[in-house]
């Protein structure tokens, strides 16, 4: 159900993925988040092409965090910043954190070792029904995506939706 | 350093003068990592201005190839600190010089299907200069023919954006094609013809090639590597 990936460049962290569809408390999972209650980030997955993406912001996140560099506050707010393709803190929190009228959630959490206790103290907040993760890409709204992240009609013809989300987001700092 | 670590378990696939390629599988996926390491040899304040200038140099180009329609590896993660750019890796490739040499060894019509594959380099880089990159450092090792599993087709990919720029000028686009044109020719042995083709091929795609072939005439005969503007 959940998906779990070791990050090799920081052999204490894994990142496990929650994807809940129907969820109803989503106003109540959002109030959590931002008072720090959660200790994981809820992502909106319909701006989701998979759950690459989201490593590649986790990666990133555990970076900054380790040399000090966090554009944001903390490593869950930072992991959806790194999903955004711009450098406005609250455009990324209001398009790619979950919203209030919102019926599906997905869970990022980065922790260390198999905390399996932490995985279940997570899903019992959420009112919903969990589901594989791999589900994500059933949920995008590739239009949406598409339009946030600026994909060129000339880039789909070179590579996946997923190859230009990605490149954005990898070089974002720099463009 | 965790990445040190890393690294030293990682497969070396070359090194060098600028930077190591590493192969590795990052977050799931095969990965190149290219590293471009300090160069002891240089003043440190300006081998750390050089350095990241390179890394971020190549990562926007590629960038802005991509959102060109020009096919390179998706920068999956870079390191500003260590300088390391983590690439898709694109397996099941080979360089068009590894290409070139081994049809021109064994293939059964070598002119016909280099012909087809000078073709469509010369339109990818027509391409490129339209949209105003430099590569900087173009030879058919920076070239790759992946052969895609379904339908045969082969995918033709650049890499190598380390010493790319961007520029509208005609003479830096000549420049870049006559840093190809010798080393093509010097690379693969009689094979004027081929490189007239690809030209021929950039010529007839690029909107602003006329320009572009005149001042390529025109360094070709000073024989000049750079142009001195100003």
């Known amino acids: 159900m959940h998906l779990t990936q070791k990050l090799e460049l920081f052999p204490d962290h894994i990142v496990t993925q929650m994807l809940f569809k129907a969820v109803t408390n989503a106003a109540e999972l959002r109030q959590s988040a931002v008072e720090g209650k959660i200790n994981g980030a809820l992502i909106n997955p319909t701006m989701l092409v998979s759950p690459f993406q989201v490593l590649v912001a986790a990666n990133k996140a555990v970076h900054l965090q380790k040399i000090g560099k966090m554009k944001t506050r903390s490593l869950n707010s930072e992991i959806i910043f790194n999903l955004s393709p711009t450098n406005n803190i609250s455009e990324a929190f209001r398009r790619f954190g979950v919203s209030d009228g919102d019926n599906s959630v997905l869970v990022v959490l980065v922790h260390s070792k198999d905390d399996l206790q932490l995985l279940s103290d997570v899903s019992a907040k959420v009112d919903g029904r969990q589901v594989p993760v791999e589900d994500v890409s059933s949920l995008s709204d590739i239009a949406k995506i598409k339009k946030l992240y600026k994909v060129t009609l000339q880039e789909e013809a070179c590579g996946t939706l997923l190859d230009a989300v990605v490149c954005r987001m990898a070089t974002k700092d720099v463009m | ?230």
Not at chain 2, 92 to 98: I, N, Y
Not at chain 2, 210 to 219: S, T, Y
């Open chain 2, 1 to 230: 350093m965790a990445l040190q670590e890393y690294l030293s378990g990682a497969e070396l696939l070359k090194q060098g003068a600028e930077a190591r390629v590493y192969r590795v599988e990052f977050l799931g996926r095969p990965t190149i990592v290219k590293e471009r390491f300090p160069k002891r040899y240089r003043h440190p304040l300006l081998d750390e201005k050089l350095t990241h200038r390179r890394t971020v140099q190549e990562v926007r180009s590629i960038l802005r190839c991509r959102r060109a329609g020009i096919a390179t590896p998706v920068v999956y993660f870079v390191n500003y600190n260590s300088h390391c750019i983590f690439l898709e890796d694109i397996v099941g490739s080979l360089t068009v010089r590894d290409h070139i040499a081994s049809t021109q060894q064994s293939g059964s019509c070598p002119e016909v299907e280099l012909g087809h594959l000078a073709e469509r380099v010369g339109q990818i880089l027509a391409r490129m200069h339209d949209e105003d990159v430099i590569h900087g450092d173009l030879t058919t090792s920076n070239m790759l023919l992946q052969l895609s599993a379904e339908d045969g087709d082969s995918n033709l990919v650049l890499i190598d954006f380390g010493l790319s720029y961007i520029s509208a000028l005609p003479e830096d686009k000549g420049v870049d094609l006559y840093v190809l044109e010798k080393a093509f020719l010097s690379t693969h042995p009689n094979t004027e013809v081929l490189f007239e083709k690809l030209l021929k091929s950039y010529a007839a795609s690029s909107k602003k090639s006329p320009a572009v072939i005149k001042k390529l005439d025109e360094v070709r005969l000073r024989g000049r590597k750079r142009s001195m503007v100003g």
